[in-house]
């Protein structure tokens, strides 16, 4: 789902892209669109993911200082964001602060948390988890990262 690649750690104006492992936001389409647009105004600083998607991967958690190209629904790298806060914690564990900062207008945890299960639970990620009857719980383990917009296209 992710490229990972090593980083060099300076990247000029009008750099290319193709060297950076990449930030999928959802799946493309409708959603995908919505919060690459919000994180290009800068609504969104933070995003949430499973730790179970990278371990089925093999791949290595995100850390703070990584710089990752943002992609569109048609696969475009469009911006490049830093990130500089990566937290592992329970999914009953996430907080307000996190929630907001998803910039999809959540003004509680229970209604982040009811729009990520109910991503979590929909067919095209238990396809891609490669398990049809995959749920969460309150110790599901969720990835928090905060970012910031480093440059866009």
């Known amino acids: 789902m992710r490229e990972q690649r090593d980083l060099p750690s300076q990247y000029p104006a009008g750099m290319k892209l193709d060297g950076l492992s990449l930030m999928e936001f959802g799946f493309p389409g409708p959603l995908r669109d919505r919060l690459v647009a919000a994180a290009l105004s800068g609504a969104k600083t933070s995003t949430s993911g499973l730790v179970l998607e990278y371990d089925r991967e093999g791949e290595p958690l995100p850390r703070v200082g ?59 990620m238990r396809a891609e988890l490669g398990d049809p009857d995959f749920v969460v719980d309150d110790d599901t383990l969720v990835l928090a990262q905060r970012f910031r917009l480093v440059h866009t296209v």
């Open 66 to 124: 990584e710089r990752l190209a943002v992609v569109d629904s048609g696969e475009r790298r469009v911006a490049v964001i830093e990130l500089t806060e990566v937290r592992t914690v329970r999914l009953a564990d996430v907080d307000l602060q996190h929630a907001l900062d998803e910039g999809e207008g959540y003004d509680s945890v229970a209604g982040w948390r009811t729009a990520h299960e109910e991503f979590w639970h929909s067919a095209e």
